[in-house]
């Protein structure tokens, strides 16, 4: 068992994770909050794979439990499927005393994390993440929340976890393609953060492909809930440090709105802003050629539909300046000065070098 504890001011809470875990949830849950009793909120695909066999866990440790599964998919982070998550846990006579299970992807985290953040005006939750993006990713630092149909996320809060417990071994039965999206997001922490975790992936590549490798996949995620909770407890609330996190993120959002969310995987999408980030670091002169090389040539290995041919840098642009007016920030870029080390700046010419690059690299 591996553990990772995310500290917080005046609060923290444990990260396990351990492959096969998923049946010791009972005794592990009991421990962070012994709730009065427990309601999993999960979504259809995973609550047939993993459902019972979480509430058979819940059941020998005493604790009273009830499953609902909302449809698989990012159209479940919506005010409509939250507002009849509301009704199952009044109508479940949920109290302050209770506990909400997150059982899934980064999906059911955001949506029952707000559910759990609301209800009542915020009861104890514990989350076990079932993608490799939720484990690496959305399952640290407490953002919660849904989508609105002016845009992604903009409904939300924080709440951090009690627990989250990671069972790497549920990642056998995820989709190769989420997989590999979840994938780019661990590639990120090295870049952002740690050049020796970076070398560790290189050098383990091929078993890293495979989930089925449990000791390697559980060292994996255990680095990278490291480097995340390392962020976040240092910058909670996003105000600086925490933002070195969206690297590859800003081209990363504007090829995901402008495909309509169609065409890529969130990390496909962010595999490609990652690339241009490196790019754009070399062309600054922050970045030496061979580090970018170096970063071109994993990167390349991954899986990810190409950038389409009709999607040029003048509308990848507009998407961009959309995204951040949103979100309130300019529009700055994460850059490298080496591997692991990742720092802001708004550069010149954006808009140039997304050509030359789209017309050089992609
Ligand atoms: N809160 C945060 O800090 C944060 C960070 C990043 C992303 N997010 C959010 O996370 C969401 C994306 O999460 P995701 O990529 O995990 O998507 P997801 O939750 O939709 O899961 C992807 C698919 O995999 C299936 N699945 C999940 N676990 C499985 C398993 N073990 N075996 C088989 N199938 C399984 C799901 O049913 C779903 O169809 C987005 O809404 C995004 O906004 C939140
Ligand atoms: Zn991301």
Known sequence: MKTVNVRLPGRGYPILIQAGSLDDAGRRVR???????????????????????????????GITASLHAVPAGENS??????????????????TRDSCVAALGGGVVGDLAGFAAATYLRGIAW???????????????????GINHELGKNLIGSFHQPRLVLM???????????????????????????SEPFFAWLESKWEGLGDPANAGL?????????????????????????????NFGHTLG????????????????????GMRFAAWLSMKREHLKPDAYQRIDDLLKRFPAPP??????GATLYEHMRTDKKRTGQGLRFILLKGIGKAFTEIPDHPARHLEEWLTNAR
Request: net charge neutral; hydrophobic share 40%.
């Open 31 to 61: 421990r962070a909050c012994a709730p009065d009793r427990l309601f999993i909120i999960t979504d259809a695909t995973v609550g047939s794979l993993y459902g019972d066999r979480l509430l058979d866990a819940f059941r020998r440790s």
């Open 77 to 94: 982070k919506s005010w409509r499927i939250l507002q009849d998550l509301y009704t199952r846990l009044i109508e479940s006579g949920l």
């Open 126 to 144: 514990v989350q076990i993440p079932t993608t490799l993006l939720a484990q690496v990713d959305s399952s640290v630092g407490g953002k919660t």
């Open 167 to 193: 069972d790497p071994s549920v990642l056998t039965t995820l989709e190769k393609r989420e997989y590999w999206a979840g994938m780019s997001e661990v590639v990120k922490y090295g870049l952002i953060r």
């Open 217 to 245: 996949i559980e060292q994996m995620v255990t680095v990278c809930c490291r480097i995340k909770a390392d962020v976040v407890r240092r910058d909670e609330k996003e105000s600086g440090l925490r933002r070195i996190l």
């Open 253 to 272: 959002h504007a090829l995901e709105s402008a495909t309509e969310y169609g065409l890529f995987r969130h990390g496909e999408a962010v595999l490609h």
């Open 307 to 312: 950038v389409p041919n009709g999607l040029d």
